[in-house]
């Protein structure tokens, strides 16, 4: 307990000391986040190195009460107002469907910016299904947001040609894109999908 406690003060101090400022693009924002965890594993494996590896310390209470927990997670309704701001041009791909280019934005990107503004979400495939004739598979991915006064939870599914593995699974790619519909319908890269429309 004592150290998921630590874990959670850690990304606490990281995102109020390195929050970005409007100017800040995403990129340098999450490079500087990274530097801090970084710096700070660092500092834990030269203080591990000190001591016996097969030791652990106890927690003693002050240091229970120097660890604050409020910061990692904030309400919904401010986690919903960062997702639903407009993603940066430079984290969007595009991929040709027939004709048609469409703009998306790649599954691990939207893992980044779910981790930064809304730390505690959970993600969890509800089903897959495959067609009865086996030419398609359809996954069905739900994401929950935690926030201190509520949660809140949406599904979307996903569906692939099973016989198309130019891009790997289709599982695996009925899967993102379930999830990045999924996000959509919290808001978080929902503008694309009328960028399309029109």
Known sequence: MASWVRTRSL?????????????????????????????????????????????????????????????????????????????????????????????????????????VHAPEWSGEIRNIVYSADGSSVTVVYRITLYGTDAEIYREASGTAAAHNTSYGDPVQKAEAMAFRRACARLGLGLHLYYEDAS
Do not use: M
Request: overall charge positive; aromatic content about 8%; proline content about 9%.
């Open 11 to 115: 990304f606490s101090r990281c995102a109020s000391h390195y929050a970005a400022p409007p100017s800040t693009s995403p990129s340098r924002f999450y490079a500087a986040v990274e530097a801090a965890f970084a710096r700070s594993s660092s500092s834990l494996a030269k203080k591990a190195k000190a001591g016996s590896p097969l030791e652990q310390a106890p927690a003693t209470a002050a240091e229970d009460e120097d660890v604050p927990t409020s910061g990692i997670s904030r309400p919904l309704s401010e986690i919903l107002k960062e997702l639903n701001k407009k993603i940066p041009e430079s984290l969007v791909s595009t991929r040709l469907e027939g004709d048609a280019a469409l703009k998306y934005v790649p599954w691990h990107f939207l893992n980044r910016i779910l981790n």
